[in-house]
């Protein structure tokens, strides 16, 4: 995934309080979009997304310290944003005191009135069938369909066994083709 | 059976979502990465110093007073904006302090400043404190000096009623040449005619310098001296010569009695010559008061008195103020015929 400069280089900085900056910097450029891309498609809202990806790296400057080299750096970061994302949406199901699926139609109201959707009809239908899925296969599809990430290193992220991260994803992917097929 | 998950086939068993683009339907606000990086790397390092406490120090204890501290504060808050501070104001005070405050500047600057109405000389401030020092340095002198003069006790408390005594005498006089008059040339001839009295009073006081007789002795002499000779008649036919002498004495002190005496003598002396020289008016003088009288006086207190007090200078005198011209042998002779004749 890393396509700048290579993890390793990026934690052998970030090792040296003298080149710490510049390390957590690199990490910046090289991982801001891919991280703010998987908040958005969870929280749909783009402040929502902004705010929270702040709040992920400000996690990841103070935790690389210990960050252990057994397990890729971008799948630890994604676990962060994953975690932070479901503590957002879990703190917004309780503030309005409702239900799982009046968060999926609270999430379509908000697809449907941002201003930051520019996908076609057949693509803002499978958004609006993904808002509807259980957060753990919305995030096992998101993954495995726009990140194209292997079942290992969304196991990484999820700590979910990749049997069970492949029964998930087939169940997200027949809820989303019964979704699209009923909106015809 | 469905294709294994793992292999990018598996789309192909879902016609519906195989239709839909994989591309990203999301947007962004423009250039939002570009300064994404730098809005989380500010806020990293905001938060690093929030999370140090880099650059700030708390007492030691802060905290642990913070309550304690909190509530005190509180608790005078209370007090000061509280009803029961035993403190009162009028009501409205505040409503009108804010005004009042401003008219009190505005009088201040009108005092001060140089406006309409009031003005003082240039540069007047810049020398009124050493002119004040310049009075206060005179004020002073004046005050010691009553160490090198002096007024006699009690006159600053009698001089107002001094003051007005001499305003009325003033007036008195003023007013008195209103209602008086004198007689036209008056002062012209006052100083001449007080010369002419001093001179007068003189000659007949000269003799007097330097002698003093008791009080109420001229009122007494006439009456004494005719006791002494006429009345001493009916009492007593002798008469002890150092007692007469005695009362002589005395009587002889005073001019009054010389002249009297001088007089006695000039008309005896003269009374003789004319009986001496017509024996008409001898036989008249021998019937006379006068000689009646003198008669009665014994010779030897006449020698005596004359002996003692008149010398040769008075009865020459005497006679001489009459126009007569007597020496001493006719006045001798004068006297024994006298004698003689009323013996």
């Known amino acids: 995934m890393p396509t700048e400069v290579d993890d390793a280089v990026i934690l052998s900085k970030f090792q040296d309080e003298r080149t710490r900056n510049e390390a957590f910097n690199l990490l910046l450029k090289k991982y801001q979009q891919k991280i703010y891309w998987h908040i958005r498609r969870m929280v749909i809202d783009h402040d929502d997304a902004d705010d929270l990806v702040q709040d992920v790296f400000i996690k990841i400057w103070k935790n690389l310290a210990g960050f252990r080299n057994d397990a890729q750096l ?34 379509a109201d908000t697809l449907a009135d941002s201003s930051y959707f520019n996908g076609d009809a057949a693509q803002r239908k499978l958004q609006e069938a993904l808002v509807t899925l259980p957060e753990k296969q919305k995030l096992v599809f998101n993954m495995k369909y726009y990140d194209d990430m292997k079942y290992e290193e969304i196991s990484e992220v999820l700590g979910t066994s990749v049997g069970a991260l492949k029964a998930s994803f087939h169940l997200a992917v027949k809820k989303i083709e019964a979704y699209l097929l009923s909106k015809d | 059976m469905k294709r294994d998950m793992e292999n990018k086939d598996w789309i ?6 195989k239709k839909v683009s994989k591309a990203n339907p999301f947007t962004v606000p423009a250039g939002y990465f570009d300064d994404l990086s730098a809005r989380i790397a500010s806020l990293k390092n905001i938060t690093t110093v929030n999370e140090n406490g880099a650059g700030f120090t708390l007492p030691q204890d802060y905290f642990d007073k913070l309550s304690a501290n909190i509530q005190s504060g509180i608790a005078v808050d209370d007090a000061v904006n509280g009803a029961d501070t035993g403190f009162t104001v009028p009501e409205g005070y505040f409503d009108e302090m ?45 005050a010691g000096s009553e160490e090198g003069f002096a007024v006699p006790e009690g006159y600053f408390d009698e001089l107002s009623s001094n003051i007005q005594s001499r305003i009325n005498i003033e007036e008195a006089l003023a007013g008195a040449e209103e209602g008086f008059t004198i007689p036209e040339g008056y002062f012209e001839v006052l100083s001449s005619n007080i010369q002419n009295r001093i001179t007068v009073e003189e ?99 006449i020698k005596s008195y ?12 005497a006679v001489t103020s009459e126009g007569t011209t007597v020496d001493d042998a006719d006045l001798k002779n004068a006297l024994k015929n006298y004698a003689d004749s009323v013996q």
């Not at chain 2, 004359?306 to 005198?317: R, S």
């Open chain 2, 98 to 142: 804010a005004a009042n405050i401003q008219s009190r500047i505005n009088v201040e600057e009108a005092l001060l400043g140089s406006g309409p109405g009031f003005s003082v000389p240039e540069g007047y401030f810049e020398v009124l404190s050493s002119n004040i020092q310049s009075r206060i340095n005179m004020e002073e002198a004046l």
């Open chain 2, 12 to 17: 192909n068993d879902y016609d519906a979502l």
């Open chain 2, 203 to 301: 000659s007949f006081t000269g003799a007097e310098h330097g002698f003093t007789v008791p009080e109420g002795y001229f009122e007494q002499l006439n009456q004494s001296i005719l006791a002494k000779t006429v009345d001493a008649e009916q009492e007593a036919k002798v008469v002890s010569i150092n007692r007469n002498r005695g009362i002589v004495r005395k009587l002889f002190r005073s001019t009054a009695f010389k002249y009297v005496t001088a007089a006695c003598f000039a008309v005896a002396i003269g009374g003789g010559i004319l009986l001496f020289q017509s024996p008409g008016a001898d036989s008249s003088h021998k019937n006379s008061f006068l000689h009646k009288q003198l008669s009665d006086v014994p010779v030897n207190d």
């Open chain 1, 74 to 107: 971008y799948t630890w970061m994604y676990r962060i944003a994953t975690n932070e994302c479901i503590t957002f949406l879990n703190k917004k199901k309780q503030k309005n005191n409702v239900s799982l699926d009046d968060v999926a139609y609270e999430l």
């Open chain 2, 306 to 317: 004359l002996d003692l007090n008149v010398d040769a200078g008075d009865t020459q005198q």
